[in-house]
Nanobody
Framework: QVQLVESGGGLVQPGGSLRLSCAAS????????MSWYRQAPGKERELVATITRPGGRTNYADSVKGRFTISRDSAKNTVYLQMNSLKPEDTAVYFC?????????WGQGIQVTVYS
């Protein structure tokens, strides 16, 4: 029943923008911190951005600060990642994550490719 459905990935040119969406269902959205992770081939999965609660504080990896923005819409049970000024090194599979003190849920991952 718990689902995190990602959308909005694809192919984009360097310097371009993309917005990822993650639609959550099957749990109480407001009780979970939401995050985006990414994993490039041959690399470990890394944390990109977190929003701790609705209207809460945000944290970003140094590599994306000033370029990416995480947000959440409580009415739609959806978390977003606005990605601007994209670079080839942003190419990865991006994963939506929901966590609280008891549970940790993952989306299936969605490909983002930034080509030179």
């Amino acid at each position: 029943q718990v689902q995190l459905v990602e959308s909005g990935g694809g192919l984009v040119q360097p310097g371009g923008s993309l917005r990822l969406s993650c639609a959550a269902s099957g749990f109480t959205f407001s009780n979970y911190a939401m995050s985006w992770y990414r994993q490039a081939p041959g690399k470990e999965r890394e944390l990109v951005a977190t929003i701790t609660r609705p209207g809460g504080r945000t944290n970003y990896a140094d590599s994306v600060k000033g370029r990416f923005t995480i947000s959440r819409d409580s009415a739609k049970n959806t978390v977003y990642l606005q990605m601007n000024s994209l670079k080839p090194e942003d190419t990865a599979v991006y994963f939506c994550n929901a966590r609280n003190s008891y549970y940790n849920y993952w989306g299936q991952g969605i490909q983002v490719t930034v080509y030179s």
